[in-house]
């Protein structure tokens, strides 16, 4: 069974950071592109960052320079390293995994997503 647990939210003031975590289990993490997504209250939800299974990244133009995405293959865990938080960055994060970056909406599995807040 596939499972994807995020974990890491909360609140914080703007310029503040916060690091969220995704534990992954039920399939080859090694082998799938991991993906971070938001979505912000009212609007649709947006593409942050994601991290191939080759180590290659995308990052949306509204988190670049802020946020670093990694991966820890031997865990099973990937994490979004957010700095400089500014209140638009307010949010359900999702993780998500696909065996390609371009799945995640039609073959992707997803967790339950964390809250972030941040205040101005």
């Known amino acids: 069974q596939v499972q994807l647990v995020e974990s890491g939210g909360g609140s914080e003031q703007a310029g503040g950071s916060l690091r969220l975590s995704c534990a992954a289990s039920g399939f080859t993490f090694s082998s799938y592109c991991m993906g971070w997504f938001r979505q912000a209250p009212g609007k649709e939800r947006e593409a942050v960052a994601s991290k191939d299974s080759d180590g290659s990244t995308v990052y949306s133009d509204s988190v670049k320079g802020r946020f670093t995405v990694s991966r820890d293959d031997a865990k099973k865990t990937q994490y979004l390293q957010m700095n400089n938080l500014e209140p638009e960055d307010t949010g359900m994060y999702f993780c998500?995994?696909?065996?390609?970056?371009?799945?995640?909406?039609?073959?992707?599995?997803w967790g339950q997503g964390t809250q972030v807040t941040v205040s101005s």
């Open positions: 998500a995994a696909a065996l390609r970056c371009d799945w995640f909406e039609s073959h992707g599995y």
